[in-house]
């Protein structure tokens, strides 16, 4: 009698195997959502109005002159609840009694629905750069100082790099503009990390030995720097906005300290998950839907460096 081998027995050896897991898609850590003051006094309606008072004004004064009283400027800033966001999929009846890997996939509609509206929003935080002027045009003066440069770095293959100098421009714009020096942020393209980690001056640890570890660790772990630079807590994000073109990024430096936060937001509707199943179509549907609104509240808080995200 003859026993089993390859030859006689490949009805019963399976060509292929297939995993019971799911490979899923890498992602980064979101971070906008801290650095927007998120209001609470907003009941109804999609437009918010929030008045604004100047300085007082004072005068050289004469004994017996008349006193002169100055009114004080006022002014008012109008913010809208202008995003209307969704997320939808489905998944047939046929496809749920045949799929091996239904149970789980099932499983992730709600979670990545979220996380999908969750980008848009991050997005669009980041992208409140382009409030500060045109992107591309270096200027917008407030007290006398810009707050939209370009990196005055440069590097192989970039046109507008970072450079550790920029990092004390944004901080003298701000001080300028009396902005607390407390809780500063600066968030970087990983460009920019990548340009840091290679520039002669700060690798050179004889030179600077405050950078020392720089080079055998790099200056940054996960998505924050190791290093403070000029009292900038710098992160990285893959959201900033475009700039002039598609290859520049909007860096952006601020303080997160509270009462000054750059940007402003309100929620109408925190992202909210229905299901129901279609008998028609004969399958279940999944959507996520989030109404919010964004915006720059504080420009005089903000500083944007733009720099080429070529290396």
């Known amino acids: 009698m003859a026993g089993f081998s390859t030859g006689n027995s490949a009805h019963l050896i399976r060509s292929s195997v297939w995993s019971s897991n799911l490979k899923d898609i890498l992602i980064d850590e979101l971070q906008g959502m801290g650095y927007v003051d998120w209001l609470s006094e907003f009941p109804d309606g999609n437009t918010l109005n929030i008045p604004s008072i ?17 009114a004080m400027d006022t002014g008012n800033f109008q913010f809208t609840i202008d995003q209307y966001k969704h997320s939808g999929t489905y998944i047939t009846e046929q496809n749920k009694q045949d799929g091996y890997y239904m149970e789980k996939l099932i499983s992730s509609f709600v979670p990545k629905q979220n996380r999908a509206i969750m980008e848009s929003l991050e997005t669009s935080i980041m992208g409140l750069a382009d409030s500060l002027g045109t992107a591309g045009t270096p200027g917008v003066a407030i007290n006398g100082q810009n707050h939209r440069f370009n990196g005055t770095g440069a590097v192989t293959g970039a046109g507008n790099a970072i450079a550790v100098a920029d990092f004390a421009r944004a901080l003298f714009a701000l001080k300028k503009a009396n902005v607390p020096q407390t809780n500063l942020v600066a968030i970087v393209d990983p460009s920019v990390e990548y340009t840091l980690n290679t520039l002669t001056n700060i690798t050179n640890v004889s030179n600077n030995p405050q950078w020392e570890g720089v080079v055998a660790s790099g200056i940054a772990t996960g998505m924050r720097f190791i290093k403070n630079v000029f009292g900038f807590d710098v992160y990285t994000s893959n959201y900033l906005a475009t700039a002039a073109t598609a290859t520049e990024r909007q860096n952006m430096f601020f ?24 008998k028609d179509f004969q399958r279940e549907e999944y959507v996520t839907t989030a109404r919010y609104g964004v915006k720059l509240y504080r420009p005089e808080n903000l500083v944007v460096c733009e720099t080429d995200i070529g290396v």
């Open 255 to 278: 303080s997160a300290t509270s009462d000054v936060l750059p940007f402003v937001g309100a929620f109408r509707q925190m992202p909210k998950v229905d299901s129901e199943y279609n």
């Open 54 to 70: 100047g300085q007082a004004t004072v005068r050289d004064y004469s004994e017996n002159d008349p006193v002169v009283y100055d």
